[in-house]
């Protein structure tokens, strides 16, 4: 299992039509695809995808665009390390 880590790595192998099939879809949704698998597979066994809170800074708060007295969020991609 894990080292110290919530998540362990997994290898499956899948038919190549099957893995585009997945990687069209999550493009339509605009998520990595295996974040849909991932998800795919905890909905396949009844189990709720864990709830992850992201903090936002008050920086990242500007006004609407198109006002109308609510707030948008600016949201900034970080750079993960490999």
Same mark, same amino acid.
């Given at each position: $299992?894990?080292?110290?880590? +919530?998540t362990? %790595? &997994?290898? &499956?192998? &899948? %038919?190549?039509?099957?893995?585009?099939?997945? *990687?069209?879809?999550?493009?339509?949704? #605009? *998520?990595?695809?295996t974040?849909?698998?991932?998800?795919? $597979?905890? *909905? #396949?066994? #009844? &189990?709720?995808?864990?709830?992850?809170?992201? %903090?936002?800074?008050?920086? !990242?708060?500007? %006004?609407?665009p198109? !006002?109308? #007295?609510? +707030?948008?969020?600016?949201?900034?991609?970080? !750079? *993960?390390?490999?």
């Amino acid at each position: $299992m894990s080292k110290g880590r +919530n998540t362990t %790595p &997994v290898t &499956v192998r &899948v %038919p190549d039509d099957f893995l585009e099939k997945f *990687k069209t879809e999550a493009a339509r949704r #605009g *998520k990595p695809y295996t974040s849909l698998i991932r998800e795919l $597979m905890y *909905k #396949g066994i #009844g &189990v709720s995808l864990p709830v992850v809170k992201v %903090p936002v800074a008050p920086e !990242n708060i500007l %006004p609407s665009p198109i !006002n109308r #007295g609510s +707030n948008t969020l600016k949201l900034k991609r970080k !750079n *993960k390390r490999r």
